[in-house]
């Protein structure tokens, strides 16, 4: 049983496929968060977690890589989200709603 919002944001994490981005704001909502700000707290603290957190593929609401400079280099969340075949230009992801995952109850059986 996860019992912090911070484990229930990684679960939530890396159930987004590869190829595939979430918002922060999406993430807060389903698990009611009530706050998109924590998922990125939440987020900017996974880098260590093990298994890994794909916290590259979590952007803002406009699709923007705004995690971006959290990363080791700022460019690395760029490369590990075109390397899923996302592409991205100028700091966001092209054709969001395309590649848009969004939870459902069902992911977390």
């Given at each position: 049983m996860k019992n912090n919002y911070q484990d229930l944001v990684y679960e939530c994490t890396r159930?987004?496929?590869r190829g595939?981005?979430?918002?922060?704001?999406?993430?807060?909502?389903?698990?009611g968060?009530?706050?998109?700000?924590?998922?990125?707290?939440?987020?900017?603290?996974?880098?260590?977690?093990?298994?890994?957190?794909p916290a590259h593929r979590v952007v803002n609401r406009k699709g923007e890589l705004s995690g971006?400079?959290?990363?080791?280099?700022?460019?690395?969340?760029?490369?590990?989200l075109e390397e899923e075949g996302i592409?991205?230009?100028?700091?966001?992801?092209?054709?969001l709603e395309a590649i848009l995952w969004?939870?459902?109850i069902e992911d977390f059986d």
């Open positions: 159930k987004i496929p595939k981005v979430c918002t922060y704001g999406i993430i807060a909502d389903f698990l968060l009530g706050s998109a700000r924590m998922v990125g707290w939440a987020l900017n603290k996974s880098f260590q977690m093990d298994p890994p957190v971006r400079n959290h990363f080791a280099d700022p460019t690395m969340m760029q490369t590990l592409k991205v230009k100028q700091d966001k992801v092209m054709q969004r939870p459902q």
